[in-house]
């Protein structure tokens, strides 16, 4: 069933690149295109990634985690703030209020794991429900503090909404990946999601900590047993899952804009855990399924370069908004399990009494 999966995968990117490809070879040449098309695909899978690789975390370990978009959410405001205030108020340089911005998304999504973790093995909440909080509090956490601190007249920054101090630069700056033609064009939090898939694979499926990981969401009572502490276990993984969310935020307003908006998450981590299922569970499986999703945003991005070529008979693709559906189509096609079924942790959103 894997090889389907991966087989799906592989399909759908390659007919998103070919589209891409049939428009824009009469202006630019075809290695110029592709290359354009991996780039975009892998900045825009981001967040994605890293929202696939929360829950992952979170799930591998027993607890359902809906609330990765709230995460997202809150980390990007809290991320924004924190590079505004070092540059504006203390008068940091950009690069260390960008990078101490990255530092507090981070926590703010730690943050939010914790409060996830409370509701769901501490007191037992039903985990969708809490999930379904941190969202619902994350919009409105994000809303009040967004006016109170930048557009009230005596708010700290006097009714003036500053930009944060850039953007976080590409990675072509370094030496040894100058020359390479897609991960020049990447920044840092970008190469950083890659990484984090291998170094996930590795901890989850090579290490002690993950084979207890795995355990407690599959056999907590065995894994009780045999002295593993599932509480702490899930914990430590829901925390973990909640700074992956927190980096997928810091993407939105200190990689991807230098500015917050509300609800600018925009359902990415609906669709993270869409990824996350197609995955099976699995970082690997994730990161592709991501891919999936990136390739139809950067069909949508691509596609503006070359609007003028569009032929009629395609004329549907001129209008982005229409091209724009295609992450949520494939969203809802995945989720119907049309590439067959998908098998999550036994233990998962399941509470477990000592």
Request: charged share 10%; aromatic share 12%; net charge positive.
């Amino acid at each position: 069933m894997e090889w389907k999966r991966f087989g799906f995968i592989a399909f759908i990117i390659v007919a998103l690149f070919s589209i891409v490809v049939l428009i824009g070879q009469a202006r630019d040449p075809i290695p110029t295109i592709i290359i354009s098309m991996a780039a975009t695909t892998i900045s825009v899978a981001t967040p994605l990634t890293l929202g696939a690789l929360s829950g992952v975390f979170s799930e591998r370990a027993g607890v359902v985690n809906i609330g990765i978009e709230g995460m997202m959410l809150t980390s990007a405001f809290f991320g924004w703030f924190g590079a505004i205030y070092f540059n504006t108020i203390l008068k940091f340089e950009a690069m260390p209020s960008l990078i101490l911005g990255v530092v507090i998304a981070v926590l703010a999504g730690a943050l939010m794991g914790l409060l996830h973790a409370a509701l769901s093995i501490t007191f037992k909440v039903d985990q969708v429900i809490g999930g379904t909080v941190i969202n619902i509090l994350a919009i409105g956490i994000t809303g009040f503090f967004n006016r109170q601190l930048f557009f009230e007249k005596n708010s700290i920054f006097g009714g003036n909404v500053p930009h944060a101090p850039g953007t976080l630069p590409s990675v072509g700056q370094v030496p040894f990946l100058a020359n390479v033609p897609i991960l020049s064009n990447l920044q840092p939090i970008a190469i950083l999601a890659i990484v984090l898939v291998f170094i996930s694979t590795f901890v989850l499926f090579r290490t002690r900590w993950g084979l207890r990981t795995r355990a407690v969401g599959e056999h907590p009572r065995a894994a009780d047993t045999v002295g593993i502490n599932v509480s702490f276990m899930r914990y430590v993984n829901v925390i973990i899952s909640g700074c992956l969310a927190g980096l997928a935020g810091a993407y939105f307003t200190l990689e991807s804009v230098p500015s917050f908006e509300p609800l600018m998450t925009n359902g990415r981590g609906f669709i993270s855990l869409a990824a996350m299922i197609f995955g099976n569970w699995t970082p690997l499986g994730a990161w592709a399924a991501s891919l999936v999703f990136g390739a139809a945003q950067a069909l949508q991005i691509n596609l503006q370069f070359y609007r003028e070529l569009i032929p009629p008979s395609l004329s549907l693709l001129q209008y982005p908004y229409i091209v724009g559906l295609t992450p949520y189509i494939l969203t809802m096609l995945i989720l119907t399990g049309i590439i067959g079924r998908t098998v999550s942790p036994a233990a998962d959103g399941q509470p477990y009494e000592k």
